[in-house]
Each structure stands twice: as C-alpha cells, then as structure tokens.
C-alpha cells in the first residue's frame, strides 16, 4: 500500500478530487497516531464516531491524514450544507479575519451582525415583524429561546417531546429525551421541564397528525395547564431522535392551540433549517408559522453561529443586557453567515437538496422493497434515514445498525446513527455532493446491509 502525501498546504474546497479512495486501512497510520495522542490527551467523554485524522475537505469528501479519500454522508451533523471550504465563505471570513476579528456585539456593533438578523427575519417563515439575536450553538441558542418566552409569557413550564435533542447544556438536557450519553449522570437537571408524546407514525400505530396532537394536547393540559406553560418546543423532524417525521396536520394542530393558549411555540431548527430539507426552514412543509425558531448548524458553513429568530413583540419583552454573551454574533461567524446564505440561493442548493432527497428516497425505497430489515425510509430533502428492524417483530435492531454503519466507515463512507433505540441510519450530505458519489456511498450502505 502507497501512503499518499499530504502536505500541509493541503486545501479543502471543490478542488479536492472527487472520489471515494482507499490507500490505507481505515484507520491508517497517520489518523493511529493522532487517536492515541487524543486518547492521551482529551477527555474520553468527547467520542468519535470516525477513527480518522482529517486534514481536507470539500465537495462531498473528507481527506485523511494517509489520503485516503471519504465520502461525506454527515456533513459534520448537517452543518457544512454548502460543503467545506465553500469558496465565497473562505473569501468572506477572510476579507473579515483582516478587518476585524471580535468587539463584542454588546460593547460596539458592527454590520455583519444586523445584517444576518436582517436576513434572518426576512427567510424565517410568516411575514410579520421579527427580531433576532445571535449566539455560538444550537444548546445556547434553545435556552435564550426558553428565556425568551419565560420572559414574554411570565409562565415557567416548558414542554418538549419524547426522542428530543435539544443540546448538552442543563436546561437543554433536561428538554433531550435519551438518557444515554445526553443524560445519565450528569443531573440535577433544570425544574418545570414536561414531556409529551410525539406523533411517529411508524411507532405509534398510525395515529393521525390529528389524533397524535390532541394526544400531546391532552397530556399538557391535564398535567402542566396552559396557565403554566410558557413554551412548547419541537423539532420539525427530529434529528438525533430518528428522524422522524410527524404525522402530517400533527405540528400545526400544536401551533394552533398554542396561539389560542398564549404558549409560545419555538421550533427547534437546528438540525432541520437552512436548506437542508428542501426549504429554507422545515416547517414551511407544513405551513406553519412558529412564534419562535431557532436556526444554528447549517447557518454559516461550519463557523459556530446560532440564532432566535421570532416575533417581535416576543423578542423585544427581554430587557436590555438580559440576552447576548461575549461571542455571540463573532464577525466571522457573521461573515461565512452571509456568504453562506447566499450560496445557498444563488447556487440553487435548496433544489439540490430536493434533488438530493429524491436520489436518497428512490434507492433506500429500492432497498427496502428487498430487504424487510429496513422497516421503514423516511425524511425530506437531504434529511432522509432508514430505521432498522427486526423484521418478524419490528423490534429495532441497533446491532445491525453498528454493523452496517462500521462497514461503511470501513470502506470510505462517513454515515451517522441516531435515533431513541439507536437503530437509525441517517443520512446528511453536504449539497454540494455529486450524484455519482452519493449512489456511491449507498452502494456501500446496501453492501454494509447485505454483508450483515
Ligand atoms: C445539534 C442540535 C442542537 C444542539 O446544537 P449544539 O450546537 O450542538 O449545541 C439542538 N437542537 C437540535 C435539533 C440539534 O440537532
């Protein structure tokens, strides 16, 4: 086997070569060196999922220390949407990182910051008046969204569904489901957090959207009451939770009761928003408009950037000094936003996830049709999985799951699991993928199946 050289002036973007290349074991020498000097040196709480050293990506590729060339079928947990080193965002952070590169928002503004918010409010769903305020990830920008609306409503109680992930920080791991890893240990977590029953259409027996909402609707008012609650927060499709897919009419029944209740609803986006799923933000799917959103991941190419997004009156009710933080709204963060977003528009990668989507549904559906293990395909856009069964009883079958996930990454392809039983497959290319390694990439997922 040749070890490729790999020089540091190495650069990601799309002119990396396309392809899926295997020139070493995975993993190679180089990334078996740089696991032992992590395993020596950084807490074994912070996991990997891929045993790798990387030193370039782009495209739909991550290059490796010893060469070895894989695709990307995670996109960093759905946040390099416009793929790695996307040329207009290296060009903005850049032009900024020689301008200025922090002044705290708080002490002295800058354009980057408004104009994100600006922004923003204008492709966030509903056309009435918006504010937003930006902050560094998903977690901190969920707990100014909770704040926010504690604040707005004078209520305290917090709903939030089975299989959620909200973040890792105290309140956001008292709104995640999943004990282990979020949880288990790590309490006490946050009081006036409830829980409600979601609509998943696979698990649930084939509840309506309908007959699923007034379940949860019920549920919250006979053990919280809406003179309590401040705020239901959901992810549009659940991200870490499995990818599921509400029952359709599930999500604008709780928007409406909300509304009617004075709850704000806040739409967890962070995994879902920014073009990924074929639209701006996934709620539009549905038509609805949440009160507040909350965006983060896809927002600036791989830069720590998040935001809340929503209605002004709602976000105007904090008093001044009451949100922000040193970091938040970083002019770089702010710069590879904006150059991101308009990538995003101005080289049509919202059709391409749609695109993407449909090449993702059509093969697992193919699969699927020959392979009952694959108990069910679901998702949108480029935010599609496959939840993996036992096929006599439907019972999940998360050993499989690993098996076909370390197969793949065996043979060259970052895929990531998720879900409540740890049975998901999930799939979350960076738009820029091509066609032929996408197909690629579950031409190995299908032999990871078949070899299983
Ligand atoms: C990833 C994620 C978060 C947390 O974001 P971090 O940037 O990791 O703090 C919150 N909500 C959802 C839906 C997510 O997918």
């Given at each position: 086997m040749t070890l490729v050289d790999t020089p540091a002036t190495m650069t990601g973007g799309p002119a990396l070569a396309q392809e899926r290349r295997l020139v070493t074991a995975i993993p190679g020498p180089r990334s078996q060196e740089l696991m032992a000097r992590k395993a020596a040196a950084v807490a074994s709480g912070v996991g990997h999922t891929l045993p790798i050293s990387v030193v370039a990506a782009g495209g739909g590729v991550i290059v490796d220390a010893d060469g070895n060339s894989l695709i990307d079928l995670g996109s960093g947990i759905a946040v390099t949407g416009v793929g790695n080193s996307a040329p207009r965002v290296v060009d903005a952070v850049t032009a900024q990182l020689n301008s200025f590169t922090h002044t705290c928002f708080t002490v002295s503004p800058y354009e980057g910051y408004v104009a994100v918010a600006e922004k923003l409010n204008e492709l966030t769903p509903g056309d009435h008046v918006k504010r937003s305020a930006l902050f560094n990830s998903g977690a901190e920008a969920v707990e100014n969204a909770v704040k926010i609306a504690r604040h707005f409503t004078k209520k305290q109680a917090v709903v939030a569904f089975d299989h959620a992930y909200h973040g890792r920080t105290n309140l956001t791991m008292g709104l995640t489901a999943k004990n282990i890893p979020y949880k288990s240990g790590f309490g006490p977590f946050a009081s006036e957090v409830y829980r409600a029953p979601l609509s998943y259409p696979f698990r649930d027996g084939g509840l309506s959207g309908a007959e699923a909402a007034a379940r949860a609707i019920s549920v919250i008012e006979k053990q919280i009451g809406a003179e309590n609650l401040a705020a239901i927060i959901i992810e549009p499709i659940q991200g870490e939770g499995g990818f599921i897919v509400p029952a359709q009419g599930f999500l604008p029944a709780l928007v409406e009761w909300a509304a009617a209740n004075n709850v704000v609803f806040i739409a967890d986006e962070v995994q879902t928003g920014f073009a990924r799923t074929g639209a701006w933000f996934a709620s539009e799917h549905e038509g609805i408009v949440p009160d507040l959103v909350v965006a983060a991941k896809g927002i600036a190419g791989g830069l720590p950037l998040s935001a809340v997004t929503g209605r002004a009156d709602i976000m105007d009710s904090a008093m001044a000094g009451g949100l922000g933080g040193t970091y938040g709204g970083n002019p770089l963060a702010c710069a590879a936003a904006l150059a991101t977003i308009e990538t995003y528009e101005e080289d049509g990668l919202i059709e391409r996830a749609r695109e993407i989507g449909a090449v993702l549904i059509g093969r697992l559906n193919a699969l699927r049709t020959a392979d009952p293990r694959i108990g069910d395909v679901r998702g949108r856009g480029a935010m599609v999985a496959i939840e993996l069964v036992d096929?006599?009883?439907?019972a999940p079958d998360a050993a499989l799951t690993n098996a076909v996930a370390k197969y793949a990454h065996a043979n060259g392809v970052v895929v990531l699991t998720c879900g409540t039983y740890g049975n998901v497959i999930r799939f979350l290319p960076?738009?820029?993928?091509s066609d032929e390694l996408l197909i690629d990439g579950l031409s190995v997922v299908a032999e990871g199946l078949k070899n299983a």
């Open positions: 096929p006599a009883t439907g960076p738009l820029t993928i």
